[in-house]
């Protein structure tokens, strides 16, 4: 099984992963880090692009359960020297159990994925970022105890994560809410999707409007990777969809703020936001490493 976009999850396997990840993260606060769920199993990572949560957690997952980890970036593989997607996939199949790859192209995943016999996750890509949602989600759940119902507000960009969060309501029964500027908005392609499953989006230019009565405001930041040639077009086009201290009022009183981070303060977000009492931005970014574990678990721990 793949993870390449969170339509790839049923409801009750999203469920299941947070149920597990909570789990898991109970257990670790306890002190437990070492399980052997995973031995024998290596996970290999490919970096097309820089990480630091999505490296670091998947490394620690992949450590904790027991198993083993070769992270590598794209130019480091012959990869970079002209060796296509199809030989590569097939000499990882041989080697590993699971590929993780952050690439700048969704096809190229896609790609890998075809010509595979190994479980492949998306680590990242221009469209989608699936395993951030997973933790999200179960975030998500832990501050509102359910996700039927949530009102999400997502302020910026309508990129990957935007992609993917939407995604992730449609499946689980939250409700959108989109303020971005004209050009900005998330991909269409996933927006009908999640509305043809009865998700309620809502995609306007006023971030006021998409924040009122939110019970979770969530932004990323202007200038995506790979977006770096349109880097001040961005900032000024998206000067008007700061989370700051006014937006947050206008939410629910006992609203979350959330990031997948990195955060770049001063522009999508205030550092007095990110600080304060309302924002989860630091528990979202542990929960990586629960949500993926459980990931891990639910595609390695029962293959042969
Ligand atoms: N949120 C996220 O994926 O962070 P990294 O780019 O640091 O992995
Ligand atoms: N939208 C951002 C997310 C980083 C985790 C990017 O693609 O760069």
Same mark, same amino acid.
């Given at each position: 099984?793949?993870?390449?976009?969170?339509?790839?999850?049923?409801?009750?396997?999203?469920?299941?992963?947070?149920?597990?990840?909570?789990?898991?993260?109970?257990?670790?606060?306890?002190?437990?880090?070492?399980?052997?769920?995973?031995?024998?199993?290596?996970?290999?990572?490919?970096?097309?692009?820089?990480?630091?949560?999505?490296?670091?957690?998947?490394?620690?997952?992949?450590?904790?359960?027991?198993?083993?980890?070769?992270?590598?970036?794209?130019?480091? @593989?012959?990869? =970079?020297?002209? /060796?296509?997607?199809?030989?590569? +996939?097939? *000499?990882?199949?041989?080697? $590993?159990?699971?590929? &993780?790859?952050?690439?700048?192209?969704?096809?190229?995943?896609?790609?890998?994925?075809?010509?595979?016999?190994?479980?492949?996750?998306?680590?990242?890509?221009?469209?989608?970022?699936?395993?951030?949602?997973?933790?999200?989600?179960?975030?998500?759940?832990?501050?509102?105890?359910?996700?039927?119902?949530?009102?999400?507000?997502?302020?910026?960009?309508?990129?990957?994560?935007?992609?993917?969060?939407?995604?992730?309501?449609?499946?689980?029964?939250?409700?959108?809410?989109?303020?971005?500027?004209?050009?900005?908005?998330?991909?269409?392609?996933?927006?009908?999707?999640?509305?043809?499953?009865?998700?309620?989006? @809502?995609?306007? =230019?006023?971030? /006021?409007?998409?924040?009122?009565? +939110?019970? *979770?405001?969530?932004?990323? $930041?202007?200038?995506? &990777?790979?977006?770096?040639?349109?880097?001040?077009?961005?900032?000024?086009?998206?000067?008007?969809?700061?989370?700051?201290?006014?937006?947050?009022?206008?939410?629910?009183?006992?609203?979350?703020?959330?990031?997948?981070?990195?955060?770049?303060?001063?522009?999508?977000?205030?550092?007095?936001?990110?600080?304060?009492?309302?924002?989860?931005?630091?528990?979202?970014?542990?929960?990586?490493?629960?949500?993926?574990?459980?990931?891990?678990?639910?595609?390695?721990?029962?293959?042969?």
């Amino acid at each position: 099984m793949n993870l390449i976009s969170i339509f790839d999850l049923s409801q009750a396997e999203i469920e299941a992963i947070i149920e597990k990840a909570k789990e898991l993260k109970k257990e670790r606060k306890e002190g437990v880090r070492a399980r052997n769920d995973l031995e024998g199993k290596t996970l290999a990572m490919i970096f097309e692009k820089p990480s630091t949560r999505t490296r670091v957690s998947f490394e620690v997952a992949m450590h904790e359960l027991g198993g083993n980890v070769t992270s590598l970036n794209w130019n480091e @593989l012959q990869l =970079g020297r002209g /060796e296509r997607i199809e030989e590569t +996939a097939k *000499v990882f199949s041989a080697y $590993v159990d699971a590929v &993780m790859i952050r690439a700048f192209r969704h096809e190229t995943v896609e790609k890998f994925a075809r010509h595979a016999s190994i479980s492949v996750i998306n680590g990242l890509t221009d469209f989608e970022h699936p395993c951030q949602t997973l933790a999200d989600l179960m975030t998500i759940k832990e501050y509102k105890s359910q996700l039927a119902g949530v009102k999400v507000a997502w302020l910026g960009d309508g990129n990957n994560v935007c992609n993917s969060l939407i995604g992730g309501a449609a499946i689980t029964g939250m409700d959108v809410s989109v303020a971005c500027p004209a050009g900005y908005e998330p991909d269409e392609r996933i927006v009908e999707k999640a509305r043809e499953m009865g998700c309620e989006i @809502l995609i306007t =230019g006023t971030a /006021e409007k998409a924040a009122a009565d +939110a019970d *979770v405001i969530y932004t990323d $930041v202007w200038v995506s &990777m790979g977006d770096e040639n349109e880097s001040e077009k961005r900032k000024t086009d998206l000067k008007d969809y700061q989370i700051n201290e006014d937006l947050v009022r206008i939410a629910k009183e006992d609203v979350i703020v959330m990031h997948c981070m990195p955060v770049h303060i001063g522009e999508e977000i205030t550092e007095g936001v990110m600080n304060s009492s309302k924002s989860v931005i630091f528990e979202q970014a542990e929960n990586r490493l629960h949500a993926q574990k459980a990931l891990l678990l639910k595609l390695l721990k029962h293959q042969q």
